[in-house]
DNA sequence: TTTTAGCACTCATTCTCCCTGAGTGCTAAT
DNA sequence: ATTAGCACTCAGGGAGAATGAGTGCTAAAA
């Protein structure tokens, strides 16, 4: 967008008046910021040409102006500069990642929360699994001879267990021939390579414990299935309401209960080459998003995934302040995650 | 509270066409309840009387009556008569039990879910875990030279894991000293038996692999706070917007932030001694609760362990239709978790 | 040619005033 | 003890009227 030296002055200082105090800006006020000067009714030719080139709208006639998609999107690319954080915002952010967090899952549901909570915006986040998942090893644990644990690892690193109880009695050597087997034919197979055939196969090989080869296997393509399933979780749904856009119920309600339908990751966009995207307005697909903005950033899992999070506002989003956070604190999380494939509990400060 | 039959007639009618229309009911369309043949006159008279008792309220010289909450609480005690589920109902809610479920806490965050798309109230879930948990084994699994998993199992039959990465070499020769260790030192352990000397005295007998015991260890005692820390689930806020007495944003905000703050259990009212608990109004202890009503039930988890799953709404809320559902569902999860520490894979529908 | 002062005009917002209607309490009759 | 009738109350809604922020345009100044 080719503008004037002026006109960017112009149109940066509207939008970020805008961002502060979400009222339409008059030429009043934009003729009195500093390093401009000129007077109001040149302001007000200005603003009739940036209206005349999209990136102004004016709600009725006699209001001031406010920035359309297209200014806030000349704006985030040319025109805003890098918010730094403070120390303070830094130190809350660093206090975040050093959570104690146990499973992928609780990580990217609480990395959600506070981000929500550190933006004060709705935020979503997700793992985006790799989908060719397999069993990379099964583990049976004796408990009793009516109960034993069953341990799998994927070529992800994700460990995952059930501990089963049966109607009747088991041997230590049955089980071991149950593991040996599990392992032989089982491992290095991905969700749909286990076919009906395979089982019935293994089944008979089994002999005696042939019920349970089909219990553990089942256990086991429920991990690999709950690994492929990207859920999305979402936090802090009810900060929309503190921002002036939501503060009637007909605008609110519909986002939220967008946001809190249940959880198909494809809703939300995701960022696609870019380790953070921005997306304004009508640039979403969603029809429930079409006049909010939504900031995404993507970090590294390790082991073939990534996790994506976000956050949903009014295209009257602080753009600076929430990409200086969320790039932040996805790198962080990236960080965390490259020293093994969870943090490890030492890590945690003393 | 002692009334006369006439009177709990016209109470029970009054409930029962506000709990439906949200709006003070006048005496003409009391009058015209079959089976009570009497003139909008007279029932004028047993309102101002049922007004003096403290169980009906006018929210203005010119309006109809409304409930109090002592009005809903001799409603609830000796007027309700009990709600029959339909079949749809029961279907629906057999349906809900029988998702799959994996984890303890994913169980109860879905039983959350769950109650509240079926009830349309913001719904709460927790288990309140027995609070004197050890550990009853320790199994150490050789993955390559520089990893192993650790998998701890508690005396309530919870099965905890996590992968760890060495930086140095180790042995299985190694690895198994260490997990006879653990087996018999840390065993049968609480949180707060496990002091720092103990780990002293266990980490000068584990020879080269000291400082593995103290990661095993932690890990273990992260297992054990977190049975021990109960969190809540919320879920369904959203849903409160759909009622009329959280149209405006005024009433809805504080509740909706109460209820989305973080997740401290004690900000819940949980059952006495009843396996179901209805709180009306004012009999909430917590502020942001003093006019909604909460509804509570409790079911068996089994070892030791109770959950606790409750809806929140206006203190006009459908008590006998949110009761027969809570109970019903919570006696369906106790059923659930009888037959095993969680729902074995075969349960689900094929 | 660009900028500025001035002025008429627009329109959302807010306030006031008034009307309407549902519902009550009281009294007198049944 | 019940009921018909009546005067009274009061929230809610709609119709102006006043307010004021902000605009576009024109004509003069730089």
Redesign the pocket.
Known sequence: MDLTE?KKKILRAIIENYIQTA???????IAATPGL?????????E??DL?ALGLLE????????IPSPGGYRVYVNELMEDYRLSVQETRKLNEALHLKMRELDQVIDQAGRVISQLTQYPAFALASGSSRVTIQRFDLLMVSSDSFIIVVMTDTNVVRNRLVRLPSDLSEAQLQLLNTLLNTTFTGLTLDEITPELMRVASHAAGEAYGLISLVVSFAMDVLESLEQRRVHTAGITSLLSHPEYRSLDRAAPLMSYLSEDQDAARFPMPQGDPMEILIGPENVADALKDTSVVVASYDIGDGMRGVIGVVGPTRMDYAKITARLSYFAAGLSRLFEQGSLPPAEETEK
């Open positions: 002026r009222e339409p800006v008059g030429s009043k006020v000067n000129v007077s109001s009714a040149t302001i007000r030719n603003m009739a209206e004016q709600p009725h006639t006699s209001a001031g102006r």
